[in-house]
């Protein structure tokens, strides 16, 4: 069992950046894909990145491509998320979450194992 705990997001102005942070526990999180994903009130968790297990291969969606980076640290246990160029419309309570298997999945039904939950707020 993996336990995912979320740090980073806060309040920026467009166009700054911020880094979330996901440290996991366990000693298996090498074996986990990831993924981000993100939240607005009356809408449906969408998908942000994705990362394989090795951190080979990499997903995003196509709003976020050329502003978001996803990354993981295997020997930390934690994944980030580093946003640039920051749109208020990127304004969300983020999740990072993981599943294991090798593959990610853009699918958040997919994933058994969820963060907290962060807010980012980008005003304009």
């Known amino acids: 069992q993996v336990q995912l705990v979320q740090s980073g997001g806060g309040l920026v102005q467009a166009g700054g950046s911020l880094r979330l942070s996901c440290a996991a526990s366990?000693?298996?999180?090498?074996?986990?894909?990831l993924g981000w994903f993100r939240q607005t009130p009356g809408k449906e968790r969408e998908f942000v990145a994705g990362?394989?297990?090795?951190?080979?291969?990499?997903s995003y969606a196509d709003s976020v491509q050329g502003r978001f980076s996803i990354s993981r640290d295997n020997a930390k246990n934690t994944a980030y998320l580093q946003m640039n160029s920051l749109k208020a419309e990127d304004t969300a309570v983020y999740f990072c979450?993981?599943?294991?298997?090798?593959?990610?999945?853009?699918?958040?039904?997919?994933?058994?194992?969820w963060g907290q939950g962060t807010q980012v707020t980008v005003s304009s």
């Open positions: 979450a993981a599943k294991p298997s090798r593959a990610y999945s853009r699918n958040p039904s997919h994933f058994d194992y």
């Open positions: 990362i394989t297990s090795t951190g080979g291969s990499l």
């Open positions: 366990g000693r298996t999180f090498s074996t986990y894909s």
